[in-house]
């Protein structure tokens, strides 16, 4: 079964090289998946956001999600998995950024990018807000595959993994009473969301 699945994954990944490959995605692919590196978009974002009380909350929720999400996917996921990366399976590709060896499945950039994504949508007043960011998150996915490091079902999977990570972990803070803690403690204002 899983041999099924990886020759997919091949045939979407050729065909991306062979259909999708350009001049600016040469440029633009690698660089996104660096700002991503570690999370530094993210981490910028939480920062403004833990700036101003109104969208404290969020920041906090951002910072939460991605760390858990490290946690189990780098962590736990992948060590288990121990699914060995599609840059590291043949030689016939021109890499655009680095070979990694770490291991594939899922892929954290996909996921810590969707867990920010869904934690700031989650907590924040003005929805509208969320569609430049899911944007981000789905370019960089988009990314891992392009440069050719990770499979299609590495990312689906962190798409995935990290949506839920979020939705559940704002799930228990809500009702374990944190938000409203902080309410108390005029730490976030009580108009956030």
Request: positive net charge; glycine residues 4%.
């Amino acid at each position: 079964m899983l041999d099924y699945i990886t020759q997919i994954d091949f045939n979407i990944l050729y065909w991306i090289q062979d259909n999708l490959k350009n001049a600016v995605f040469d440029l633009a692919m690698p660089f996104i998946s660096f700002i991503e590196e570690g999370g530094m978009m993210w981490i910028a974002l939480s920062i403004g956001l833990i700036c101003f009380k109104r969208t404290r909350y969020a920041g906090f929720a951002i910072l939460l999600a991605m760390g858990l999400d490290t946690l189990i996917c780098e962590g736990i996921i992948k060590n288990l998995v121990c699914r060995v990366r599609p840059c590291n399976q043949v030689d016939d590709i021109i890499m655009l950024v680095s070979k990694q060896q770490s291991y594939s499945f899922p892929s954290n950039h996909s996921a810590s990018s969707f867990a920010a994504a869904t934690a700031f949508t989650m907590n924040i007043r003005k929805k509208l807000w969320s569609v430049p960011v899911f944007l981000f998150a789905s370019a960089v996915a988009f990314s891992r595959l392009y440069n050719f490091v990770h499979f299609p079902s590495d990312v689906l999977a962190g798409i995935i993994l990290g949506t839920l990570i979020a939705v559940c972990l704002c799930y228990v803070l809500k009702k374990c009473g944190f938000r409203a803690f902080l309410e108390r403690k005029n730490i976030i204002s009580l108009e956030s969301e």
